[in-house]
Structures are given as C-alpha cells and as structure tokens.
C-alpha cells in the first residue's frame, strides 16, 4: 500500500532545485553539492511513490514576480505529483468554523489534521505517466503582487520600530498582544470594509461597494450571522453573537492563530534583543506557510531564523504540530530524512517504477530496500 509523506517546500527551495535542473547554479555557490544531492534524493522520492511536495497559493504568489515564474511552478508541479494545497485562507477558515461550532455548541474543539484534507488530488495513488498542465501567463499579476508584497513589508516597518522603541516589548507581551488580536482585528476589518461597501452604495461607486461587500471579514461575518441565525438567533442577536464569538478567548488556541502569534512574538524577541536590520520582506509569507501548514504535514524545509525559532523555548514546548522542520541549518538531516524515505521503498515499488518512469526511478547512493 502506498502511503506518501507530504513535504512542504519553501520558496528557496523550490528556486534553487530549479536552478539545479536547469544548470543555472553556479558550481562554486555555497550549497551546490547539498541542492544536487537534495534534487536527486526528491525526484528519486516522487518517482519511488515516496512523497509529495504540493505546491500552494504562497508558491504562486512568490512565483509571479520570480523572472522564470512559468517554469518555476512546472516544476514544482512534477514534484507536487498532480497534487496542491488547498488555499491557505481556506485552510484557516476550515479550522475557525471547527472552533465556531465548539463556541455555539459549548464543547471542546474538534479538528481533523489528516493532510488529505487539505490536499487537491490524490495523495496515495501511483503518479500517471503524464503530466497534463495549463500554461498561465501571469505577467500581467505579477507587478500587482510585487506592490502588494512591498506595501506589505512597509506596513510592518512602524511596528518593528515599535517593538524597538517601547521597553515594555518582550516575547511575553507581544504573543499576548498577538493572541487577543484574533477578535479585535476580524472586527476592526469588518468594520472598515462594510463602510467601504456602505459609502459606494450611497454615492454609487459600483467598485467601492464590491471590494467592500466582497471582502474576506464582510464574507466570514456575513456567514457567521447565517450560522447563528439558523441556530434560532434573532438578526440582532445574531450578529452580537458573531462578535462575541471572535473575541472568545478559546480562540488563542485555534493552531494556525497560535502558531502565528507565537513566530511574530519570537521575531519581536529577536529585534528587542539588538537585531538593527529588520525582518525580510519575505517573513510574513514565511510565517503564514508555517502557521498553515505545520500541523498537518510530515515535514517542510523553510527559512533558518524561523527554523530555530522553532526550537527555542517557549515555541519548541508551547507549540504542537506535526511537521519535522528542517532548514539549510539542518542540511545533512534533511538529506538523511530523504535517504530513508527511499530506503523505505520496496523492490516491488522500485521494479514497477523503474517499468513506468525509467532509470530516474532507480535507487542510487547505495540506499536499499528494506526488503532486500
């Protein structure tokens, strides 16, 4: 029986294994021998039906403004083995309506984290022998999400500023102040935009009125309502209670929240401690993959800091998820955690992929079955 691990890839990684194809990696570059042996041990992982690296809309989002960004996602896609991730705010959203039940009906949470669920495609199934792809050009996206993504990292900058400035700043009063900021956000955001919605119906701007009514908080609110109001809520009450549910502090446990509030307050520890240079514009997509996707995958190689921010206490007790972390740090056990994956294919396996893929099936670096 097949039984994939998942592996979640971060951007780096997918980048350099593309350079290593594609033999646009410098031979003297720092890694090089370790993204080779990486590239193998993951094509060989995939061909032997060992594992999955699915791609995400965080991928997607990196990969537009990447200058090869077609070619990028392809291959990322032959390692994701007709698989991806479902959205990430799709994925959030699944575990806060787990929590919204446990709120109405007062009962503990209860959370199903199988990775299969938040997977499109199949993940225990052989990979066909062809690849089917729609080519997207995304040209025309890309200098969107740049602007996005730097708007992003400038709106950070005061708040790391302040993390600086305030001697009341520690990791403490940050994960409080993240924690609490569940509700208070999600209603300071619905607020906002169902006044954007309200001003462009009154003054007729069509466009004001859709990116307000259409928004994220005005949607999540809009179906919460619902939800209360079937439960035999009047329209008042029930929008009371959607308040009243986003403020409920069992939220703070809600994995993706946690998770979240914990990396942020590790991050303002760091900067508090002397860090001059602040975070890269890329750590708020660093910490949303990890807040995403930890607790249901088997492992994900991503940035160093966040990586050992990981193993530091409080994170390394105070957090519970499923994934093995890895980073360029831990290079050699990422590469000892592929060569068991393939030593843990059967000759069976290897003799029908071999059939079916060709000699890039083929065990190499002396790994065996266990069969054998």
Same mark, same amino acid.
């Given at each position: ?64 403004? #990447?200058?090869? &960004? ?5 291959? +990322? @896609? ?6 991806? $991730?479902?959205? *990430? ?119 004001? #009125?859709?990116? &307000? ?5 005005? +949607? @999540? ?6 939800? $209360?109001?079937? *439960? ?141």
């Amino acid at each position: 029986m097949i039984d994939k691990k998942v592996i979640y890839l971060d951007q780096l990684a997918i980048s350099q294994i593309f350079k290593i194809k594609t033999g646009t990696y410098p031979t003297d570059a720092p890694h090089h021998a370790f993204w080779t042996e990486a590239a193998e041990l993951l094509e060989q992982c995939v061909l032997l039906q060992q594992l999955l690296c699915p791609a995400s809309d965080i991928h997607r989002d990196e990969s537009m403004v #990447f200058a090869r &960004g077609g070619e990028l996602s392809l291959a +990322h @896609e032959m390692l994701g083995g007709d698989t991806s $991730f479902h959205a *990430s705010s799709e994925i959030e959203g699944d575990q806060v309506w787990a929590y919204l039940r446990a709120f109405a009906s007062d009962t503990e949470p209860v959370l199903d984290l199988s990775v299969d669920n938040i997977l499109h495609g199949r993940r225990s199934e052989w990979l066909p022998r062809l690849h089917v792809t729609a080519a997207m050009d995304w040209t025309s996206f890309a200098k969107g999400v740049r602007e996005q993504r730097d708007l992003s990292a400038d709106n950070m900058a005061p708040l790391y500023e302040h993390w600086r400035a305030d001697p009341k700043t520690s990791f403490k009063s940050v994960l409080k102040t993240e924690l609490e900021s569940f509700g208070s956000s999600r209603a300071s955001a619905y607020s906002h935009f169902a006044k954007i919605a309200r001003q462009g119906l009154e003054s007729g701007d069509t466009n004001a #009125f859709m990116n &307000g009514a259409l928004s994220g908080p005005v +949607h @999540e609110f809009r179906e919460f309502r619902e939800y $209360f109001r079937e *439960s035999g809520l009047e329209a008042d009450d029930s929008e009371r209670q959607v308040v009243t549910f986003w403020l409920w502090p069992g939220n703070w446990t809600i994995p993706h929240h946690r998770i979240q509030a914990f990396l942020f307050a590790a991050m303002a520890r760091k900067i508090v401690a002397g860090q001059r240079k602040n975070p890269t514009r890329g750590a708020p997509n660093d910490i949303r993959a990890i807040a995403t996707y930890a607790p249901y995958v088997d492992a994900m190689f991503v940035d160093s800091e966040f990586a050992s921010f990981l193993q530091e206490a409080p994170l390394k007790d105070g957090l519970k998820y499923r994934a093995r972390i890895f980073s360029i740090r831990t290079r050699d056990a990422f590469l000892d955690y592929l060569r068991e994956l393939v030593r843990g294919a059967t000759m069976d396996t290897e003799l029908i992929a071999v059939a079916l893929y060709g000699d890039g099936a083929r065990r190499t670096y002396g790994t065996q079955p266990t069969d054998e």
